[in-house]
């Protein structure tokens, strides 16, 4: 039996952060993180955009918090509230003061496909880095914040990239409609292969590759198969725990879980109220992560401070980059204001009272802290308010 003041299961970028949020407030009590992947914790972005542009791999490796006992390649598989115990799958037994769950979040899949790397982790990223050769094929499918950065980095390459996704253009679910067909067709000037409407039926692994066919009843034959669809909050501990779930772990303002003084969720998994919103999130996405695992964690060693931060991400699409803040989502009304039509400006995503919601900063940086406040403040906006 290995006891410990603090477990944190899980092993990503939030663990580490809620690790390092106890240390700030405790630094002396036991903490322990158990994660599934057999590699220390390490920072996600970069396997889709600086490792592709020259970056050591050695850079995606975190400093740990001062103390953690990592149990690597490990998963926790069961979590027993009343005893204040959990077992991983080998066996081995852990008796916990306060629990965290970072679970994270696993990838959409297509059922019955063979040979797709659902592209999520560093062993995904050097599998697909070792076939990304000049002249090999890969087909993405997906065409959202995953797929398109991967669509990009292949292509910079010199591999011969084809695109498939359902909606109508890249990124179809972020951006106007206006603005995703320029990004679609700045794929399709540089030579990549973008088939916007299509379906995937299924993929067939072929030799050292695969086959991939569409609904309209092309077959892609490719070296390689990646895939972004998604990803779906890993909540099935919480679940079995009789935790509540609502798309995540539903937790309060401090990340705790309701009805417990000893349970918390943070990152990816996590349901949280965003009280500039007036809602509830879940948010995949690098600076959520960091920020609200170190302040979950703060909040476990007796913090007590609300967590009001509003996430940042941000993405690079060949030579077209922004940061986003908020609820970006293409079904809402927008405000635009275009310094350069869909090359530089800020979309203001409204509700019907034409109050910001999200703040897309399209090629425009170093605004995000603007943009939060334009979101907090509530009020209407036109095109000149969104000069942040």
């Given amino acids: ?135 090999a094929r890969f087909v993405v499918i997906g065409g959202g914040f995953i797929g398109s950065e991967l669509a990009a980095a292949l292509h910079d390459a010199g591999c011969r990239v084809t695109m498939v996704f359902p909606e109508p253009g890249i990124g179809h679910r972020l951006f106007p409609a206006d603005l995703s067909a320029f990004v679609t067709d700045s794929y399709r000037e540089r030579g990549v292969e973008v088939l916007a409407g299509e379906t995937v039926s299924g993929v067939e692994a072929r030799g050292d590759g695969a086959v991939v066919r569409t609904g309209s009843g092309r077959a892609l034959e490719a070296d390689g198969v990646v895939a972004g669809l998604g990803v779906l909050p890993a909540t099935e501990l919480a679940e079995a725990a009789g935790l509540p779930v609502d798309d995540g772990i539903v937790v309060d303002e401090y990340g705790r879980v309701d009805g417990r003084e000893d349970v918390w969720a943070a990152g990816d998994v996590a349901s949280f109220p965003v009280p500039a919103l007036g809602t509830r999130m879940r948010i995949e996405h690098e600076d959520h992560a960091n920020s609200h695992g170190r302040a979950v964690g703060a909040n476990m060693a007796g913090a007590g401070v609300p967590y009001e931060h509003l996430p940042l991400f941000y993405s690079d699409l060949f030579d077209l980059g922004y940061e986003a803040v908020g609820a970006v989502d293409s079904r809402l009304e927008t405000v635009e204001r275009w310094l350069e039509p869909n090359r530089k400006g800020v979309v203001g995503y409204v509700d019907e009272e034409r109050r910001p919601r999200g703040v897309l900063l399209w090629n425009v940086w170093d605004k995000a802290d603007a943009a939060r406040e334009l979101i907090r403040a509530g009020r209407p906006v036109d095109e000149e308010a969104l000069a942040v």
Avoid at 35 to 48: D, I, M, N, Q
């Fill in 1 to 135: 039996m290995h006891s410990t003041r603090y477990l944190i299961v899980g092993g990503g970028m939030t663990g580490d952060m809620a690790a390092k949020g106890i240390r700030d407030r405790d630094p002396d009590g036991r903490i322990t993180l158990v994660g599934a992947e057999p590699h220390p914790p390490y920072k996600r972005p970069p396997l889709s955009k600086g490792l592709w542009k020259g970056a050591e791999e050695s850079t995606v490796w975190r400093q740990p918090a001062e103390g953690v006992e990592l149990r690597t390649g490990r998963r926790v598989v069961a979590v027993d509230l009343d005893a204040r115990r959990a077992t991983d799958d080998r066996g081995e037994e852990y008796a916990w003061e306060k629990l965290l769950l970072a679970t994270g979040a696993r990838p959409r899949e297509i059922p019955g496909a063979e040979g797709v790397v659902y592209f999520r982790t560093l062993d995904d990223y050097r599998f697909v880095r070792e076939r990304a050769v000049e002249g």
